[in-house]
């Protein structure tokens, strides 16, 4: 008797432990996400799941993720999630991967509020900025990242209602984290700069701003905040 218990639970406990680790609820996980992010309400497991919504610093990121482990992955030494997103109306994707190559993002192209990642920085967080933000990028790993690149669209201002959306620009970062920002198009207020981020304090650098002829007074609650440069108003960031 004690022999054929031996041998069935030879097959029995790899099979309860295989079992267990297939049922393992992503709700435990994420319990150990870093603050400013939050997650919602969650379901199902680390293999297949959904959490709704995602937020930061109390502001709503993503109405919607969810995830899907990609088995066959495994043949190459990885393990691989698709990553589908959901902001508004606005669907994004991208492919988490542990393993070979290093832990990573890969053929990122996401759709993001601006506001909740323009409040995280102490200086641009008085201005209230908002609008729609487009990130793109090959691959987000640490430290091999390639180019991300972000196009804020419809930017806004909430110091300045009577003269939003007032342009589009477009925010490039390379892999040495230099950043660089211009216009796109023919934008009521012309916002450029260049800096670099740093890990630890966030970006660094300057934004060069300046209303569109005949436009100067609608952007004076906002210009007004920032010392003059030339005929630009100067906004220093992360000092």
């Known amino acids: 008797m004690k022999q054929y218990l031996y041998h069935r639970s030879k097959f029995i406990i ?26 919602g309400g969650v379901s199902g497991t680390i293999w297949s799941g959904r959490l709704t919504p995602l937020g930061i610093s ?37 492919w988490l991967a542990l393993g070979v190559g290093g832990n ?18 102490k200086k641009l967080a008085p201005f209230q900025l908002g609008g729609q ?32 959306p007032f342009g589009s620009y477009q925010i490039k970062l390379q892999p040495d984290l230099n950043w660089t ?15 670099k981020v740093d890990p630890q304090r ?11 002829s005949g436009k100067e007074s609608l952007f004076a609650p906002l210009l007004d905040r920032m010392p003059l440069n030339g005929d630009q108003r100067e906004l220093k960031l992360g000092i």
């Open 14 to 39: 790899p099979l309860l432990i295989l079992f267990l680790i297939l049922q393992f609820p992503a709700s435990f996980i994420l319990k150990f996400v870093p603050a400013p992010v939050q997650s």
């Open 58 to 94: 109390g502001q709503q990121l993503l109405d919607e993720v969810r995830w899907q482990w990609q088995p066959l992955k495994l043949f190459k030494g990885q393990l691989v999630w698709q990553l589908d997103t959901r902001y508004g109306s606005q669907a994004g994707k991208a």
């Open 104 to 121: 990573r993002l890969e053929s990122v192209s996401l759709t993001l509020p601006a506001a909740p990642l323009f409040a995280l920085d």
């Open 133 to 164: 933000l487009t990130l793109e990028a090959s691959r987000i790993s640490k430290p091999q990242t390639s180019e991300i690149s972000l196009l804020w669209q419809n930017a806004s201002s909430l110091v300045t209602p009577q003269a939003n």
């Open 181 to 195: 920002i211009s216009p796109v198009g023919g934008a009521a207020l012309a916002i450029s700069g260049q800096g």
């Open 202 to 212: 966030g970006p660094q650098g300057s934004l060069q701003l300046k209303a569109a």
